[in-house]
């Protein structure tokens, strides 16, 4: 399977509990994108990366959140001192260029209990 | 207000009808348009992108009106396997922007 893979697929943590997770792209693909989705709405817009370098955070990525891609390849987000709050499902994209079809990975559903 | 507007539905139609979905949008630097269909519990996958003359791609047919920040999808002879979400979805620079999605239901 050539297509976005994401890992692991589901996390249970405590509140305060750090958590990683990680996104393997297409292999091709310049770009890699992480969003946030809750019950009920659509994919909200997190970070981007075009290679190994961070262009665009959103205002919703707290303190807490970091990403990195450190060769270009796959990309991990870290969230620290978790909260109830967190908790969603967290997709990763990737595309070619920034016009071209975003695929999405099966996603990480995060659980802050 | 948000970025992407749509009609949550659900939309409940029989097998073999018509539905069309909305959206419209602030950022009228837009550069691209599409529909993604996300299944439950799944990820969001590219439906069709959305062109300022129209396209149509089987059952499914899009429009954008530029002018009025209006994006459009008509689903023709309904499938039981078309019931989704239907995310509309806007690229003013860089990254996708999505509606909160309408629901659809196609029953038997």
């Known amino acids: 399977d050539t297509g976005v893979s994401q890992d692991p697929r589901h996390k249970i943590t405590k509140r305060g509990q750090n958590v990683t997770f990680r996104c393997d792209p297409i292999?091709?693909?310049?770009?890699l994108y992480w969003y946030r989705q809750t019950l009920g709405q659509g994919p909200e817009f997190l970070t981007y990366?075009?290679?190994?370098?961070?262009?665009?955070k959103s205002r919703l990525l707290s303190d807490r959140f970091s990403a990195e891609r450190p060769k270009g390849s796959f990309s991990t987000l870290e969230i620290q001192r978790t909260e109830q709050g967190d908790s969603a499902m967290y997709l990763c994209?990737?595309?070619?260029?920034?016009?071209?079809?975003?695929?999405f990975g099966p996603g990480t559903r995060l659980t802050v209990l | 207000r948000k970025e992407v507007e749509q009609d949550p539905g659900p939309f409940n139609v029989p097998e073999g009808a018509t539905v069309a979905f909305n959206c419209t949008y602030s950022n009228s630097a837009s550069q691209s348009f599409f529909w993604y269909r996300q299944d439950c519990r799944k990820e969001p996958k590219l439906l069709m992108s959305v062109y300022s003359s129209g396209n149509e791609d089987g059952r499914f047919t899009a429009q954008l009106n530029r002018a009025s920040q209006y994006i459009s999808l008509l689903i023709r002879d309904s499938k039981l396997s078309d019931s989704a979400t239907y995310l509309c979805?806007?690229?003013?620079?860089?990254?996708?922007?999505f509606g909160s999605g309408t629901r659809l239901l196609v029953r038997p």
């Open positions: 990366f075009q290679n190994e370098a961070q262009l665009e």
């Open positions: 994209a990737s595309s070619e260029t920034d016009w071209n079809e975003q695929f």
């Open positions: 979805v806007v690229n003013p620079h860089d990254k996708l922007i």
């Open positions: 292999s091709e693909h310049n770009r």
